[in-house]
């Protein structure tokens, strides 16, 4: 049984259908019928929704008759139209109760089904004066008026529908806005203290042992801080509308990445890191997103990589675009891995825990997506495992 409030609801979204005051008086002229209406029919009641009464019969939308006293409850149950035009001559709706309480000879009633099946109700029409009603046209007409109401409250479900979801999407974003905003302020400043903290310290030239474990203090911060800037970076690329990108055409992205080379050489003296960086043509990039991408790719080489071989790093551009390569050699990535390589938290099976949180390829391949580029991956034997970020010329 619906309660008050689900029956009011159902009587405004008939209200809210503006074709049925034209339904309603197109019915009454196919029919000749002067009462039609569009009600709403229940395992316990019958409620007006919508009413153009030409014979004063004196109802109006929200009002109700007692469902055991009309027809329309005979076809909530049977699901099928019924339609007379002479109830005294007909031979089971001449002893019926209803045409004699009501005082009508002719009748129609269609039920309204909505997209699941489920029944809502009824478009009916009455008249004290018989009906001629024999053109089975006029009942096809009346079940796809029928059809009509029942679509348009699909309709006006799938938009309220609509609506929550982008009502619970914009409270998403400020959610997502407020958890940024912690991380870029709550978390950051307390780290930027320490590390000031650190440095006010050493410029007290303190003992051999304090320096060494400020050195450690710095270090972790720097560490942290490489965290929360991934954590950002995933919270802008998974939950909002991307990582964001300043382009501009840079004629320094070359010293840029050149940089982010020596200082990867600095954190790894043992290892090796090949390089060949020819930019012939200006690139329209963010500089310091593009040193992101490779950072987190060099970072994925030295940890991935056999130790004992170079890592190779390649950027060229020319008229077709701007193309940076990472590669090198070990064990080859895995076909089922590589289809999730570019995924948040994604770590290749049996591979000792990195530094980070997983999200470094994750970051640059969001970081191709917003410079409207591509980052894939080939990986083999032979030729070892190459990441390759290209990005067409603008």
């Not at 109006?60 to 005979?74: A, N, R, S």
């Not at 809502?120 to 024999?134: E, R, Y």
């Not at 077709?320 to 290749?348: C, D």
Request: aromatic share 4%; net charge negative.
């Amino acid at each position: 049984m619906l309660d008050e409030q689900a029956i009011a609801r159902d009587v405004a979204a008939i209200g809210r259908i503006d074709a049925v005051p034209a339904i309603l008086k197109a019915v009454a002229n196919i029919t000749g019928m002067r009462f039609t209406a569009v009600a709403r029919v229940t395992d316990a009641r019958w409620i007006a929704c919508a009413v153009q009464d030409n014979i004063e019969f004196g109802l109006k939308p929200g009002g109700e008759l007692v469902l055991q006293t009309t027809i329309c409850d005979e076809i909530r149950q049977s699901g099928q139209a019924v339609m007379f035009g002479q109830a005294s001559a007909h031979p089971v709706y001449a002893t019926h109760k209803t045409p004699a309480l009501y005082g009508f000879e002719s009748y129609v009633s269609v039920p309204i089904l909505r997209q699941d099946g489920s029944f809502f109700g009824t478009l009916c029409a009455i008249d004290p004066l018989p009906a001629k009603l024999d053109d089975p046209q006029i009942l096809e007409t009346l079940q796809l008026f029928a059809q009509l109401v029942g679509s348009q409250l699909d309709l006006q479900d799938r938009l309220v529908a609509s609506d929550q979801a982008l009502a619970a999407a914009q409270d998403l974003a400020r959610l997502r806005e407020q958890f940024i905003a912690v991380l870029g302020h709550d978390l950051r400043n307390p780290l930027q203290a320490i590390s000031m903290a650190s440095e006010m310290i050493l410029l007290d030239e303190p003992t051999p042992r304090i320096a060494r474990n400020l050195g450690r203090i710095q270090d972790s911060v720097a560490r942290m801080s490489a965290l929360i800037q991934d954590v950002l970076d995933f919270a802008r690329g998974r939950l909002g509308g991307g990582i964001p990108v300043a382009l501009h055409a840079d004629d320094d992205l070359a010293g840029d990445l050149r940089q982010v080379l020596d200082e990867a050489r600095l954190n790894h003296p043992q290892r090796s890191i090949e390089s060949v960086i020819e930019l012939d043509q200006p690139v329209v990039c963010d500089c310091r997103r593009i040193a992101q991408l490779l950072d987190n790719l060099v970072a994925n080489a030295l940890h991935h990589g056999d130790s004992s071989l170079p890592v190779q790093v390649q950027a060229r551009s020319d008229e077709s675009g701007f193309t940076l390569s990472v590669r090198n050699q070990g064990t080859p990535i895995a076909a089922e891995m590589r289809e999730r390589l570019f995924q948040p938290f994604s770590r290749r099976g049996g591979d000792e825990p990195g530094p980070g949180l997983g999200l470094g390829l994750y970051i640059a391949a969001e970081i191709a997506k917003a410079h409207a580029g591509t980052l894939t991956v080939e990986s083999t034997d032979i030729e070892g495992t190459c990441f390759t970020f290209h990005m067409p010329d603008a």
